[in-house]
């Protein structure tokens, strides 16, 4: 079952870069920081840095909170989506794993135990 809307990952060349300039834009410090994955929490959903991939139209994919990932791509599956990105553990017990619909967009799946509806900053 779908939950809403929880994250959208910005994929940058240079992570350094981009954490600078979101910082400023955003007026906060990242809440989760790694080499490979930058988080912010804003008003309630998370904007995400990953330093691979490209930039640019394309390059961004939004994150519908699911309760269990797994389960989530094999219904997707059912319904005529294909596997963009597999089912992956990002850490601290996040999953996440995007497919193309029939029609070509990704639509990506968050499990993220952390993540609180109730978090408005």
Do not use: C
Not at 13 to 18: F, V
Not at 22 to 42: A, I, R, T
Not at 100 to 111: H, K, L, Q, R, S
């Amino acid at each position: 079952m779908i939950r809403g809307l929880r994250t959208v990952i910005y994929h940058v060349p240079d992570l350094a870069k981009a954490k600078a300039w979101y910082n400023q834009v955003l007026e906060q410090e990242p809440y989760f920081d790694q080499p490979f994955y930058v988080g912010y929490s804003v008003g309630g959903f998370e904007l995400g840095l990953v330093p691979d991939g490209t930039p640019g139209p394309g390059g961004t994919v939004a994150y519908w909170g699911v309760s269990d990932a797994a389960a989530a791509v094999k219904r997707l599956e059912t319904l005529g989506a294909t596997i963009r990105e597999p089912l992956q553990d990002v850490g601290d017990g996040i999953r996440v794993a995007a497919v193309a619909d029939p029609f070509g967009n990704t639509f990506g799946v968050i499990e993220n135990p952390h993540f609180s509806t109730n978090k408005v900053e």
